[in-house]
């Protein structure tokens, strides 16, 4: 932006989720959704000399488990709509109020649409509109998804929706700058999200599907249509940020290393091991009954997508992949027991034996052998070998193991078809095999 005010986008690509770090212009910083680890928001305020005096809340967040308090406890104050309710220190803010931060101004719009309780922030300087914080009522080419809270709130969310973004359209003049939390790649995203760096009001105006729907009730049945599933974590975690998570620091918890004995103990009370280690690794051999999810931007979305976030975790890591950044994804979407870490050399040293799940190049698949698809919805109608049956990863788990033949899972790289393929091991299945080729590929050799 031009002049003194000065937005820093803080991305999480695996959410596909973005936080922002304001200059206000008098050596503070106000950071508008955080999520739960601090230190990328203190690193940045640090590299700018900035101090992080203000945290603004848009909404009670689903995806991720919020970081205000952890801003808070170095000295940050916080506001947050009224309507959330929130059980720890803040200021409720309502629609109209005006809290001045450092040398600029920040007004709240009420947004319900996303989540009932939800707000934008429009940051002005010299009373001049600049930023809209918008959350996830408003972002570039559509909305955030309106059926988090209960199905009996889905319609009467979504034509808020409508009324809020049109709202935004009419009051808000065009240069005003769209600064989005949620956005292309989140599972919080209603249908299609485009994302082209900074929007602008007056760059979305002739384009934005609350402007160019014919009516209100053609928004909503177009909005309604395009939801796909969502991570089933994302039901737990409003509660989690209303009453406020525990504060960790930046001094998240080490893994406590685990031997066998300690191993079997935790899964007799209920506990799982997964194991992060890259997918070969984990075809070549593993323990058995645990379940794949490679260390990448996406641990975290599957690790609560096909788990409980009460279940005891035991993790699997070689020694060259990051723990504190399988930590962080961790806690961040509310997985407070990690109950340790196993090392693989430790258990074949107890004689204990591995399991193993073959890979396969598609010129090498049985064409006797059916595929399971466990990609999207939106994917699997994208494009799909003819004849493949098609479970998503999210939905795997509820299909009673007969109705699932023995079959090559692919999802298009291996990573979430190897997670499929632990997960029905686990359950009974045998003679699998993964493939890390896509549909285009697998279909040239059947």
Known sequence: MEGTVQITPIADPGLGNTSYLVDLGDGSALVVDPERDPRPYLEAAKQRHLKIRHVAETHLHADFVSGARELIAVGASLIAPAAAKLAYPHTPVEDGARVAMGDLQITVVETPGHTPEHVAYLLADDDRPRALFSGGTLMEGGVARTDLISPDLTVPLTRSAYRSVRRLFDELPDEVELHPTHGAGSFCSAGTVSETGVATIGGQRLTHPALVAASEEAFVTAVLGGLGTFPSYFLTLRPINQAGPIVYGVDLPALKPLGVDALDAVRAAGGTIVDARPLARFGKGHIPGSISNELRDQFGTWLGWVLK?????????????????????????????????????????????????????????????????????????AGHVKDAMHVELGALTLIPTEELPP??????????????????????????????????EIARYR
């Open 309 to 381: 976030a009460d279940t005891p975790v035991v993790i699997v890591l070689d020694a060259d992949q990051d723990e504190r950044a399988l930590v962080r994804q961790a806690l961040n979407v509310g997985f407070e027991n990690l109950a340790g870490r196993i090392d693989l050399d430790g258990w074949i040293a107890a004689g204990r034996a591995l399991n193993s799940i073959d890979i396969v190049d598609a010129a090498h698949i049985d064409p006797t052998v059916p595929i399971l698809d466990i990609r999207q919805q939106n994917e699997y109608e």
């Open 407 to 440: 079959a090559v899972v692919h999802c298009g790289h291996g990573q979430r078809a190897m997670t499929a393929a632990s997960l029905l091991a686990r359950s009974g299945v045998e003679a699998l095999a993964v493939t890390t080729a896509g549909p285009e």
